[in-house]
C-alpha cells in the first residue's frame, strides 16, 4: 500500500490505492489464460471452501492482501460498539444474550435454513453487526468504494439512513487498511486467509453484508483496530457523489425484512431459554457458569426469561414468508455467485477454490509489491533485498496500539510522509529480475 499520508482528494487516494493493488497482479494482467483462472470476476463472490468444511461466499476483488474501513473521524480508540462506552460484565452479557435472541429468530426463516442445507457459512454474529447489534466485530470491507462511502457520509441518530455532508468547506476523511494475512502466536506462522481475527462476512441470507462486502474483525475487551492510516481531503460535492452513487446509501443501508425485528431485539430485555442456553455454552466457562445465579442477577437488572421467544414466527406469516422468497427464485436465484476450478494436492479435481489457495495465491502476490521506502520511514509489512539483489524474505508486523499512526491533531491530517505519491516508484517486473525466493522471516530477526 502507500506510504502512510494525507491525500488532497478523494481521486488522489483512489489512484494511488490503485497503483499499488495492481502492482501485485501484473503477470495476470498481461497472461489472459492465467488471468482468467486466478482472478474472480468483478463484483461477485466466490464460493470459497474454509477451514472447518464450510462454505463461504467470498466478495471478489483483483486483491485479497488488504481490507479497509472508512471513518469521517478519528478515534484514538477504534473499538467495535459492545466496547465503546463502559459496562459491567452484566451489560455485557445482556447485549450477547440479544444476539443469541437475533440468531434464535433468524434461524427460523427458509433464507438462513436453505443457506445451512447447501453448507453454507451463516455469519450470525456478522449479521447482528450489520444489523444494529453490539458485538465484538468491528466492521471492514475490500471496497474502497465502500470505505469511502462511510468515510464520507453521516449515519443518522436512529441508524436507519445516512446523508452526505452539508457545508461548504474542507472535509477530512480516513481510510484504515488492514492486512488481512496473520501470524500465529506460538509458532510465528502463517494462518489461512480469514482463518483468525478477521472473517469474511460476504454474501449472507440477507443481502446488506453482501452489498457492503462485508468482512469484520473480532476484537476482545481492551484491543483497539490497528492498521495502515490515511487521511483525505474531500467537499461536499465529492460526499454528494459518492452518496448518490450507492443510490442515495440504500444499496449499502436499505431496510429489509429483518430490519425492524433486528431493531427490537436489540433494545429488549426478554429472552427465550434457548436463547440463554446458546449463551451460557458460548460465552461462560469454569466457575462462572452458574447459569441459576447469573439468572438472578440479571433478572434483577430487568430481564425476563420464557420458554419460548417472543420472537417466533406464526404459522400464517411463516407461509407468506416462504412464498416471497420462493417467488424470487429462493437460493438459486442468487446470481451473483462464481466459483473456479482447482486440483488437490492428489490431483483431484475441486469444484472451488479454498482459503489456502487464497493463502498461496497471497504469498505469491504481496511480497513482489511495493516501493522503497524512504530513508526513515518505518512500515510494519515490508520485503528486505539482499546486497546482490535477491529478495530473501519479507515481514509482517502486527501493529501495536502504541504503534498506531495518528493525525496532527491541529490540522486533522496524517503526515507521517509529506511527499508526493506519485513519486513511489513500482517495479512492476520484480520478481522476475531478482528471481525472487520466497521464506519466512525468523522471528528473532
Do not use: P, V
Given at each position: 500500500m502507500p506510504l502512510e499520508m494525507h491525500f488532497e482528494s478523494v481521486m488522489d487516494l483512489c489512484d494511488a490505492f490503485w497503483k499499488f493493488q495492481l502492482s501485485r497482479i501484473q503477470d495476470e494482467l498481461e497472461n489472459p489464460q492465467m488471468a482468467e483462472y486466478l482472478l474472480p470476476p468483478a463484483n461477485k463472490f466466490e464460493k470459497v471452501r474454509s477451514k472447518n468444511g464450510k462454505f463461504i461466499l467470498l466478495p471478489t476483488s483483483i486483491d485479497n492482501s488488504f481490507v479497509f474501513r472508512g471513518q469521517t473521524e478519528f478515534f484514538d480508540k477504534c473499538l467495535p460498539t459492545l466496547y465503546r462506552s463502559e459496562k459491567t460484565e452484566e451489560d455485557i452479557l445482556i447485549e450477547r444474550l440479544r444476539c443469541c435472541e437475533f440468531e434464535v429468530y433468524l434461524k427460523q426463516l427458509p433464507q438462513v435454513e436453505d443457506f445451512e442445507k447447501r453448507n453454507f457459512s451463516v455469519d450470525y454474529l456478522g449479521l447482528s453487526q450489520h444489523y444494529g447489534l453490539k458485538t465484538d466485530v468491528i466492521d471492514l470491507t475490500n471496497s474502497l468504494d465502500v470505505a469511502l462511502f462511510f468515510a464520507t457520509c453521516n449515519m443518522s441518530e436512529d441508524g436507519k439512513t445516512f446523508s452526505p455532508q452539508k457545508e461548504d468547506k474542507e472535509y477530512v476523511g480516513y481510510i484504515y487498511a488492514v492486512h488481512t494475512e496473520e501470524m500465529t502466536e506460538r509458532d510465528n506462522r502463517l494462518k489461512s486467509l480469514f482463518d483468525g481475527k478477521i472473517s469474511a462476512i460476504g454474501m449472507q441470507p440477507f443481502y446488506r453484508p453482501g452489498n457492503q462486502r462485508g468482512f469484520g474483525m473480532h476484537?476482545?475487551?481492551?484491543?483497539?483496530?490497528?492498521?495502515?492510516?490515511?487521511?483525505?481531503?474531500?467537499?461536499?460535492?465529492?460526499?454528494?457523489?459518492?452518496?448518490?452513487?450507492?443510490?442515495?446509501?440504500?444499496?449499502?443501508?436499505?431496510?429489509?425484512?429483518?430490519?425492524?425485528?433486528?431493531?427490537?431485539?436489540?433494545?429488549?430485555?426478554?429472552?427465550?431459554?434457548?436463547?440463554?442456553?446458546?449463551?451460557?455454552?458460548?460465552?461462560?466457562?469454569?466457575?462462572?457458569?452458574?447459569?441459576?445465579?447469573?439468572?438472578?442477577?440479571?433478572?434483577?437488572?430487568?430481564?425476563?426469561?420464557?420458554?419460548?421467544?417472543?420472537?417466533?414466527?406464526?404459522?400464517?406469516?411463516?407461509?407468506?414468508?416462504?412464498?416471497a422468497y420462493n417467488d424470487v427464485g429462493g437460493f438459486d436465484g442468487m446470481t451473483d455467485i462464481v466459483q473456479r476450478q482447482t486440483m488437490s494436492e492428489d490431483g483431484l479435481r475441486k469444484n472451488c477454490v479454498d482459503t489456502k489457495f487464497l493463502t498461496a495465491m497471497w504469498m505469491i502476490q504481496f511480497p513482489i509489491s511495493g516501493c522503497k521506502a524512504p530513508e526513515g520511514y518505518d512500515s510494519p509489512y515490508s520485503f528486505t533485498e539482499s546486497k546482490d539483489g535477491k529478495v530473501w524474505g519479507f515481514s509482517l508486523k502486527k501493529i501495536k496500539q502504541g504503534e498506531q499512526t495518528k493525525p496532527n491533531p491541529e490540522t486533522g491530517k496524517v503526515e507521517k510522509w509529506k511527499g508526493n505519491w506519485q513519486s513511489l516508484e513500482i517495479d512492476y517486473h520484480r520478481e522476475k529480475k531478482l528471481k525472487m525466493e520466497v521464506k519466512r522471516v525468523p522471528k528473532n530477526r
Open positions: 476484537l476482545d475487551k481492551g484491543e483497539t483496530l490497528t492498521g495502515l492510516l490515511y487521511s483525505f481531503s474531500y467537499t461536499k460535492e465529492d460526499s454528494e457523489r459518492i452518496y448518490r452513487s450507492f443510490q442515495n446509501g440504500n444499496e449499502l443501508w436499505h431496510e429489509d425484512e429483518i430490519s425492524c425485528s433486528a431493531r427490537a431485539i436489540a433494545k429488549s430485555m426478554t429472552f427465550s431459554y434457548e436463547a440463554m442456553n446458546m449463551c451460557m455454552k458460548r460465552y461462560m466457562t469454569g466457575k462462572q457458569k452458574d447459569k441459576k445465579a447469573i439468572k438472578r442477577t440479571l433478572e434483577e437488572l430487568g430481564c425476563k426469561f420464557q420458554k419460548h421467544s417472543q420472537w417466533e414466527i406464526g404459522k400464517e406469516t411463516m407461509r407468506k414468508i416462504r412464498t
